[in-house]
């Protein structure tokens, strides 16, 4: 049996083939907020929050003018970006729906509320915060049973800061 990573282990980034990296950089930065840390000329950057050095990488190395993947095709479902409490949450939603960009899904699943949107290169972007430990939903024997109820978006926006 293999030994389980260690717990405080995490994702520390993602790093994404773009089509085009002012319209990937507008949207990661412009929409959502995250800073630009550095920009390799016409060909890369890379943007985090809070100082971080970089949360997402973007490249256009193997992807220049390059479309979505077609539907049915393998590879990255979504990145998910966790924000630290519901008011943010209700910021980023704010950010999304200024934008105009088309939200594809929002639900709450027990354990977070979860907004789904997608890049201007089709990869999938879930926006979500988590609930606290001790509010997720159990069963009698103690085990997680997470949801996929609607989540009402517009009592969310009147959380945004």
Request: aromatic letters at 8%; zero cysteines; charged letters at 20%.
């Amino acid at each position: 049996m293999t030994q389980p990573i260690h717990p405080q282990a995490r994702i520390g980034h993602v790093h994404l083939k773009v089509g085009d990296l002012d319209r990937a950089i507008a949207f990661y930065s412009g929409v959502l907020g995250f800073t630009l840390q550095q920009r390799w000329g016409d060909s890369a950057a890379f943007l985090g929050a809070g100082g971080y050095h970089h949360h997402i990488g973007l490249n256009t190395w193997d992807s220049l003018g390059g479309t979505a993947a077609p539907r049915g095709h393998t590879g990255l479902y979504h990145t998910a970006f966790l924000y630290p409490d519901r008011a943010q949450l209700a910021d980023a939603l704010r950010r999304v729906m200024a934008a105009d960009i088309k939200i594809e899904g929002a639900a709450d699943h027990g354990v977070s509320e979860a907004i789904y949107i997608s890049d201007p290169d089709g990869n999938g972007v879930e926006l979500y915060h988590d609930r606290a430990p001790k509010d997720w939903p159990r069963d009698a024997a103690g085990a997680l049973v997470m949801t996929n109820a609607p989540l009402d978006l517009m009592a969310l926006l009147a959380e945004a800061p």
